[in-house]
């Protein structure tokens, strides 16, 4: 089972030499290529308002993504609604959560991460029932999230704040790849939707997240390299452990 050639359904770093894939690349001689699966386009204010809903109804906001928080604080300033201190948001992840610092302080006291599982998030918001939280998200509902937090009577709404569009894939040739790399659901969903006849057989599958490898068992599809883990927190590093462990097996 040789990894020689991998996809990696994300653009191209903007300076490759000083990325992690270099590293990854020039460790295992592998030849790796890069092609976004989607594309993520903001509603606009005027959109937005159709939806009919006011952002400082609530006191609460929940984030899976780091571009529901880009689009949460992009239209909050279009709509010139100033988010205020005591605001508390409440993060599927520690990565995702820090990513906050780009727009806010970061204080204990009002940002809550789980452990990358819906379900961790349940008891954190349980704590605060004066809450009423307002879920960012994308025109492809979450279904799992949605119905965990409505099964433990969690007092939310969803709102689009984003789209996310397929990309065109027709250019791509899937068969020449040892190894497919995606790190989001949407990625994987993509994937079938320009290529529905796809089968796995032999190729690896390496996935990022709860919710990728959620989309991933959807398909039927067997992933082989997992991300994060303890002694792999990024992908590079999961993808890095899977070649040293098949040529340790030759």
Avoid: W
């Avoid at 929940?62 to 689009?71: E, K, L, Q, W, Y």
């Avoid at 006291?109 to 704590?127: A, E, H, N």
């Avoid at 569009?165 to 899937?174: V, Y």
């Avoid at 990022?208 to 959620?214: D, F, I, P, R, V």
């Amino acid at each position: 089972m040789k990894v020689k050639s991998v996809l990696i359904s994300q653009p191209k770093p903007a300076d490759l030499e000083k990325s992690a894939y270099a590293d990854l690349i020039n460790k295992h001689s592998i030849k790796m290529d890069f092609k976004k699966f989607f594309s993520v386009t903001g509603l606009s204010s005027s959109e937005f308002r159709q939806h009919r809903i006011n952002l400082a109804d609530y006191n609460g906001v929940v984030f899976t993504s780091r571009n529901a928080i880009d689009h949460y604080f992009r239209l909050a300033k279009d709509l010139r609604f100033d988010v205020p201190d005591t605001m508390k948001y409440f993060c599927t992840s520690d990565q995702i959560a820090y990513y906050l610092q780009k727009y806010i302080q970061f204080r204990k006291r009002k940002i809550f991460y789980g452990d990358q599982s819906y379900t961790s998030l349940v008891p954190l918001m349980k704590k605060h029932k004066e809450i009423k939280l307002l879920l960012p998200c994308n025109n492809a509902p979450n279904k799992i999230l949605y119905s965990t937090l409505k099964e433990n009577n969690i007092n939310f709404k969803e709102a689009v704040f984003y789209k996310n569009t397929f990309a065109d894939l027709s250019n791509i040739k899937l068969e020449e790849y040892d190894m497919l790399v995606f790190f989001s659901p949407h990625g994987i969903h993509s994937m079938m939707h320009n290529f529905p006849e796809y089968k796995q057989g032999d190729q690896l599958i390496a996935v990022y997240g709860n919710s990728t490898m959620e989309a991933a068992d959807e398909y039927k599809l067997n992933a082989q390299v997992t991300a994060p883990t303890e002694t792999a927190p990024s992908m590079t590093m999961a993808i890095d452990e899977f070649i040293a462990d098949v040529k340790k097996k030759k």
